[in-house]
């Protein structure tokens, strides 16, 4: 059974980079399946992120495409997130998730625990 | 404001039925993209209930069902328990912001 970890800083300064690791045991990154980041601000929905296949094709939600970098190493078994000039609105549970494909839609199948992140000075 | 409507609390009586709508746009439901649910239950991270509209991943009991018409979705729990208090999100594809799109989550309450 596929396991997801969440891993980096929990607080980070306003206009700088936020940066997280999801470490995936269980299953090996390289043999398939889309890989992706959703997120929870306090008290409230979910909001997808990004996913990237393992071969690297990504795919950003279109309105943080210009922040985000969404990355996998396939050696290490992991895959990373990166969000550049955060503010307070970046507040949020950071979920990693392994992410399936019905013929027209995807959706996050097993998730990591998630990694509260404050966006703060 | 969510793409998909979801109503914000429902409640049942243990052993009962309650059913939560998922209304969405000809962009997304309507479009034919498939609908997802998720439960969340109190800290915890989600877990997916439903996928492709009406399919359950190994593990979730058959209580849990999941249907679609039109431009609207359902998730259907019977036999509440006490243990099915959690919020629940519904969640689709949607062509014209080529964007996963969520509802803004249903609290459900056993009374």
């Known amino acids: 059974q596929v396991q997801l970890q969440e891993s980096g800083p929990g607080l980070v300064k306003p206009s700088e980079t936020l940066s997280l690791t999801c470490s995936v045991s269980g299953y090996s990154i390289s043999s398939g399946f889309y890989w992706g980041w959703i997120r929870q601000a306090p008290g409230k929905g979910l909001e997808w992120i990004a996913s990237?296949?393992?071969?690297?094709?990504?795919h950003y939600n279109p309105s943080l495409r210009s922040r985000v970098t969404i990355s996998v190493d396939t050696s290490k078994n992991q895959f990373s997130l990166k969000m550049n000039s955060v503010t307070a609105t970046d507040t949020a549970v950071y979920y990693c998730?392994?992410?399936?494909?019905?013929?027209?839609?995807?959706?996050?199948?097993?998730w990591g625990q998630g990694s509260l992140v404050t966006v703060s000075s | 404001q969510s793409v998909l409507t979801q109503p914000p609390s429902v409640s049942g009586a243990p052993g009962q039925k309650v059913t939560i709508s998922c209304t969405g746009s000809d962009s997304n439901i309507g479009a034919g993209y498939h609908v997802h649910w998720y439960q969340q239950l109190p800290r915890t991270a989600p877990k997916l209930l439903i996928y492709g509209d009406y399919n359950r991943p190994s593990g979730v009991p058959d209580r849990f069902s999941g249907s679609k018409s039109g431009t609207s979705a359902s998730l259907a729990i019977s036999g509440l328990q006490a243990d099915d208090e959690a919020d629940y999100y519904c969640?689709?594809?949607?062509?014209?912001?080529?964007?996963?799109?969520f509802g803004g989550g249903t609290k459900l309450s056993v009374l």
């Open positions: 969640q689709s594809y949607d062509y014209r912001l080529s964007d996963w799109v």
């Open positions: 990237i296949w393992h071969s690297g094709t990504t």
């Open positions: 998730a392994r992410v399936d494909c019905t013929n027209n839609s995807c959706y996050g199948a097993s």
